[in-house]
């Protein structure tokens, strides 16, 4: 048995190697960075979770019981997994990785009342991701200069940049919150219970999730 296999599994934001950007009561965001041939502590993912490698990266994920499965990730691809399982994530590529996670913490017992997407935009490039009850994601590429317009927001959402960004968000009744974020940073933005409407201007690539 290895010896990373015979220490009890650590919850995953008190392993090492995760940074935790960000924690409510209905996600966590965590960064994972690895070196060259660094591996983390065993630990657990009890829920849902998607993630986003910043960087090309090999890892290796280490399963108790199970072969290492090699998974070679591109840069600002996304990948889902359901979790419910403990690992070793390895590092076997040349160059360190850096991994964004975003994992739900309560999952929802039915799905969203509210189809994804349908906000009018011009120039821009928008794609659905994925969509499970209490998560779902789409990613939009916003040329400078322009706007998706004004509609009814009424989940919480966290903005994560892909590339640097620049964003204007204006919601009815609040001053305007300018997003300048470099890639791989994230900012949460709270919806409303009744909704609220809002509109995005300027440019960059990100996803919502």
């Not at 048995?1 to 009890?8: E, G, K, L």
């Not at 997994?81 to 360190?96: D, K, Q």
């Amino acid at each position: 048995m290895p010896i990373a296999f015979m220490a009890p599994a650590l919850n995953i934001a008190h392993e090492p190697h995760h940074t935790v950007l960000l924690q409510n009561l209905k996600a966590r965001v965590l960064r994972l960075t690895l070196q060259p041939n660094e591996e983390t502590r065993l630990h657990r993912h009890d829920s849902y979770y998607a993630f986003v490698s910043l960087k090309p990266a090999l890892i290796s994920n280490e399963v108790p019981g199970h072969a290492p499965k090699i998974t070679k990730l591109e840069a600002r691809e996304l990948h889902t997994s359901r979790g419910g399982f403990e690992l070793v994530e390895r590092n076997i590529s040349a160059e360190p990785a850096e991994i964004v996670v975003v994992e739900l913490l309560n999952p929802a017992p039915r799905a969203f009342d509210s189809p994804m997407g349908g906000m009018p935009y011009r120039d821009a490039l928008y794609s659905d991701l994925f969509e499970v009850p209490g998560m779902r994601a789409y990613s939009v590429f916003l040329l400078a200069g322009n706007r998706i317009q004004k509609r009814e927001q009424k989940f919480d959402r966290i903005v994560l940049a892909l590339k640097d960004l620049s964003l204007q968000v204006e919601t009815d009744g609040r001053p305007a919150d300018d997003l300048n974020l470099k890639a791989g940073e994230m900012r949460w933005l709270p919806g409303r219970r009744n909704g609220n409407d809002h509109q995005c201007g300027q440019g960059g690539k990100f996803d919502h999730v």
